[in-house]
């Protein structure tokens, strides 16, 4: 398995929840009810497998590998996937701000709402990138023995770095979001 598969895998995962986000937020959107710890365990999600285990593996592993083998990291692919890691850690901190005015006033709920679809919206494309354009491209860039190398460098933050079990406990998180959205 390459450690391109592995990103693969991890954004369909990442694609249930954009899924349950976008069923949640559409809901709110037309005055249904929502429990808002839904939105909670979705920016926890977010920010600790998204944002703390996917793209630790790119930005800390993937990209650099690909800068080494010559890709720049300030222009083309992948000065534009860390642009659009920045942007989601802005609509998700929007979204979590929101989430917080939301309990003392209900013009917040808009501003979830337009945040959580932005950031939707931002992350299919980005998942498209990657998946049709970058990880391609790095596939093709890195030699198969770093290929071996990044993937042994992502079971460490997997281990070390991410923990343990902390893995699968977000892909549990992924199913439940699911489930809840569809109450």
């Known amino acids: 398995m390459k450690a391109t598969e592995i990103l693969m895998e991890e954004h369909r995962v990442i694609e249930r929840v954009l899924t349950a986000l976008e069923r949640a937020a559409t809901r709110l959107s037309n005055g249904q009810e929502v429990y808002l710890r839904f939105f909670t365990g979705t920016t926890v999600f977010i920010k600790n497998f998204a944002d703390g285990c996917h793209h630790q593996k790119e930005e800390g592993i ?85 290929q071996q190398q990044i993937l042994d460098a992502f079971m460490l933050v997997e281990r070390d770095e991410t923990g343990e079990s902390v893995h699968e406990k977000y892909l549990g998180l992924a199913v439940r979001l699911e489930q809840e959205c569809l109450r």
Not at 126 to 142: C, G, Q, R, S, T
């Open 62 to 146: 993937l990209f650099p590998a690909m800068i080494e083998n010559g890709l720049s990291k300030d222009a083309g692919p992948i000065a534009v996937m860390l642009a659009e890691h920045e942007e989601g850690r802005r609509l998700t901190q929007k979204m979590r701000q929101a989430l917080e005015r939301l309990q003392t006033t209900d013009a917040s709920r808009s501003e979830l709402v337009q945040n959580a679809l932005s950031y939707v919206k931002l992350l299919r494309q980005h998942i498209y990138k990657e998946d049709n354009i970058l990880f391609p491209m790095a596939d093709k860039v890195i030699p198969v023995d770093q």
